[in-house]
Nanobody
Framework: QVQLVESGGGLVQRGGSLRLSCAAS????????MGWYRQGPGTRRELVAV???????LYAESVKGRFTLAKDNAKNTIYLQMNGLKLEDTAVYYC?????????WGQGTQVTVSS
């Protein structure tokens, strides 16, 4: 069982920045693809960015050039640095760890971008 705890959400003005953190229980990077998804009002949950188990990074087209993944192996933590935030980035952001056998979600953290 993997537990994921997110933090770092909040209210920010358009154009501002936030950094989300996701702390995982145990050493997960070698066994799970880890990343971030989001679900905005009235929308389906969508991929934002993910690390593969090989360490490759994948970003949604809508966030490329603005959002950056990072990780701290010693802390079993991944980060999502979000710059140049837009109104349409408003959503609940979920940390995710998955492989072919398991799929884990954090509780979510709200990000609200105001004008």
């Amino acid at each position: 069982q993997v537990q994921l705890v997110e933090s770092g959400g909040g209210l920010v003005q358009r154009g501002g920045s936030l950094r989300l953190s996701c702390a995982a229980s145990g050493n997960v990077f070698s066994a799970y693809h880890m990343g971030w998804y989001r679900q905005g009002p009235g929308t389906r949950r969508e991929l934002v960015a993910v690390f593969s188990t090989e360490g490759n990074e994948l970003y949604a087209e809508s966030v490329k050039g603005r959002f950056t993944l990072a990780k701290d192996n010693a802390k079993n933590t991944i980060y999502l640095q979000m710059n140049g935030l837009k109104l349409e980035d408003t959503a609940v952001y979920y940390c995710n760890a998955h492989n072919t056998e398991d799929n884990y979600w954090g509780q979510g953290t709200q990000v609200t971008v105001s004008s």
